[in-house]
């Protein structure tokens, strides 16, 4: 058509995508609404004040630290930033209550409750310490409950994320949830590797968005360098779905790079379903077998460099990790990406001399 994009197009689009997450921002107190989704083991105080640092919000993974390990973890972190960052609970920790007090004393901002539904007592106390609450959803009615209960943001988390996943993609869950939730800010996480899908969740209504694979070859990210080359060498379709042969014996729905230990889980369920089939094993022992293969195995591939037989847990969006590169490179270029996207989408056009003459004529 001969338009051509005028100069002021990307000061425009930065000025819009600051508008779209402009109630994420508020929310979280960043520059950027880019949520580092607590890993396990990696989201510690040198990755979370990197990302925090770099104009987006850093998470702590509590994971299964005690409530003085966390204690240290959150002093830490506050040495080495003075932006606003957060911390990720697991509901089923023994020792949540505590947990909890340990940042409520730290004066954290932000808490995400994760793995499973938040109780309505870990909701109440968060608040009454007025921390701001954040909870995942992997469905439209609980997000409901959720913000009916309280929460003050919520986490749509679709099956391309790195880790323990829920069934239902990022693309459907934000067409089905984005739309119906307003009275809260809602982010969406899972296969986000570029700032052009940032853009266009902001654009379907999101207020911002969390990335957790993208972050793992950051240089500030203490994961073992045999797990990074794992991560920079994964293409999409290797970052697969935690197998299960039989539907008596569930298996929880992990997502993570192929690797021998993936073989040898298949194994060991045929070896335990065969032994119930047989009557020298019960059922529970047969769970209890197929739920302790993976116990540590995120641990001994991240920290120690065990990309054989540890879990390599990684997003579907492995496949845009090139390289290894500070948080800042890394959270530029996603901008770059987004106000890029924002251009071309929104661009303000005019017409070429030639179409300007014919026009007139
Ligand atoms: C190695 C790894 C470990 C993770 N550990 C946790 C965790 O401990 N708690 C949690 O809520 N989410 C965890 N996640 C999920 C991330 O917080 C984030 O939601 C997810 O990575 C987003 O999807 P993406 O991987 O496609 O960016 C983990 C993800 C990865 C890749």
Redesign the pocket.
């Known amino acids: 058509m001969g338009w051509t994009m005028s100069d002021e197009a990307p000061v425009a689009a930065l000025e819009q995508l600051n508008r779209l997450w402009d109630r994420g921002r508020a929310f979280l107190g960043s520059d950027y609404a880019i ?9 510690d105080r040198h990755l979370v004040s990197a990302i925090s640092n770099a104009g987006g919000f850093g ?1 702590i ?3 299964s630290l005690s409530p003085s390990q966390l204690d240290t973890e959150i002093a830490a972190t506050f040495d080495l930033t003075g932006r606003p960052f957060g911390v ?1 609970l ?1 509901t089923m920790h023994p020792d949540l209550p505590q947990l909890i007090k340990t940042c409520a004393d730290r004066g954290v901002s932000h808490v ?1 409750l ?2 499973g539904i938040p109780p309505a007592s870990a909701i109440g106390q968060l608040k009454d310490a007025g921390i701001r609450v954040l909870a ?1 959803t992997p469905a439209l009615a609980l997000a409901k409950r959720l913000v009916r209960s309280g929460v003050d943001a919520l ?1 749509i ?2 099956m ?6 829920g069934p239902v993609s ?1 693309s459907v869950l934000a067409q089905e949830i984005l739309p119906a939730i307003r009275d809260v800010p809602v982010f969406v ?5 570029r700032g052009d899908a940032i853009a266009m969740y902001l654009g379907a209504g999101a207020s911002g968005v ?7 070859c950051a240089t500030e990210c203490v ?1 073992h360098p045999k797990f990074k080359q794992a991560f920079v060498r994964g293409h999409a379709r290797d970052a697969v779905l935690s197998v299960q042969l039989d539907p008596r014996f569930p298996v929880i729905p992990v ?2 790079l192929a690797n021998k230990g993936t073989h040898l889980f298949a194994e060991k369920q045929r070896e335990v379903i065969a032994k119930v089939d047989a009557g020298t094993l019960s059922a529970p022992e047969a769970q209890l077998a197929i739920e302790r293969f993976w116990a540590g195995a ?1 641990r001994r591939a ?1 920290i120690d460099g065990d990309v054989e037989l540890g ?8 496949g845009l990790v090139t390289k290894e590169e500070p948080v800042a490179e890394i959270i530029a270029r996603l901008i770059d990406e987004a106000v890029a996207a924002i251009a071309s989408s929104t661009r303000t056009v005019t017409p070429s001399s030639r179409e300007q003459a014919a026009f007139m004529r």
Do not use: K, Y
């Not at 949520?35 to 989201?43: E, F, K, V």
């Not at 996480?189 to 590797?193: R, S, T, W």
């Not at 879990?311 to 492995?318: D, P, Y």
């Open positions: 949520l580092g989704g607590a890993m396990s083991w990696l989201s998470v993974a509590c994971g990720n697991i995400a994760a793995g995942f986490v988390e679709g391309e994320a790195g880790g323990h996943i990022t996480a899972g296969g986000i590797g969390q990335m957790g694979t993208r972050f793992v994961a997502r993570a995120l991240a879990s390599i847990m990684a997003g579907q969006s492995v």
